[in-house]
């Protein structure tokens, strides 16, 4: 075995002695995009990682391919797009493109970005691995407020009460309750005037009704008095009382005064007075 190992090595050994010989050597990409110094190699790396991209991006299509793989799919994509990113700052460093800004995004926007995890994207299957599905449901939005404009439309007499009486119900329990609150009232006065009586003591007079006027005092007055209806108390003026003429008569001189200010010269006020006072009024 260890001979054919040594023959195979020896093989090998003389084809890629032959390949450097011709040029055929496939070159490796750098580990650093800082390595290169060239832009067309530059150029060259950033398409060869396109590529890789695209192939993986097809292949992760593929629910498949189980839970592990399409992980590791999907790690190496976010891992290939970083380096792409590398390779574009690189390529504007050498003068070359900004590929950041004016390349096409297609590859980048594939992927739905997670919150809270910045720049890491989710691709094909990826998105429905379990854990994942969860972060791109989104919350319902919540109801909108109403303006208030729109809350006075719902606002009449009925929201301020003025509309409880005209059911039918509300009026005839209100007179029930202050009938009850009325007998109450009366039957505890009653109690306590009997307990006063009871202790000796004298029972205070009732207010007298200074407005209410006896006959004799009408007739010693000489006043007015006011007949009513059946059952009504009379009552006579105490003051002089103006009559409906003379109230016409007040109002009227009035209203010329008002006029006579607003449109009559100081001069002619003056000669309208000295009139009056020569004829007496």
Not at 19 to 36: D, I, M, N
């Amino acid at each position: 075995m260890a001979r054919n190992a040594e023959k195979a090595m020896t093989a090998l050994a003389r084809f890629r002695q032959a390949q450097l010989e011709e040029g055929k050597v496939k070159e490796r990409r750098p580990f650093l995009a800082s390595e290169c110094n060239e832009l067309p190699k530059a150029e060259k790396w950033r398409r060869q990682i396109i590529g890789e991209i695209s192939k993986k991006v097809a292949q992760i299509q593929n629910a498949g391919l189980g839970e592990f793989r399409i992980r590791d799919l999907n790690d190496e994509i976010n891992k290939l797009l970083r380096e792409k990113g590398h390779w574009e700052f690189r390529i504007k460093e050498l003068g070359g493109p900004d590929y950041a800004r004016i390349g096409p995004k297609m590859l980048d926007h594939e992927g739905k970005e997670v919150p809270g995890n910045r720049g890491y994207k989710y691709f094909g299957a990826a998105k429905d691995l379990p854990g994942v599905r969860e972060l791109f449901e989104k919350e319902p939005l919540p109801p909108p407020r109403k303006t208030r404009a729109e809350l006075m439309k719902d606002i009449d007499a009925e929201y301020y009460g003025y509309r409880d009486e005209e059911d039918g119900i509300l009026e005839p329990l209100e007179q029930e309750y202050e009938k009850k609150l009325l007998a109450e009232a009366v039957e505890k006065w009653k109690m306590e005037r009997e307990a006063r009586l009871a202790r000796g003591e004298e029972e205070e007079e009732e207010e007298v009704n200074i407005y209410a006027v006896n006959d004799d005092e009408s007739d010693e007055e000489g006043g007015k008095e006011k007949e009513g209806e059946e059952g009504q108390q009379k009552f006579i003026a105490h003051v002089p009382v103006p009559s409906q003429q003379e109230i016409e008569e007040a109002l009227v001189r009035r209203k010329k005064m008002e006029l006579l200010q607003k449109y009559a010269s100081e001069t002619l006020m003056a000669q309208s007075e000295e009139a009056k006072t020569l004829l007496g009024l």
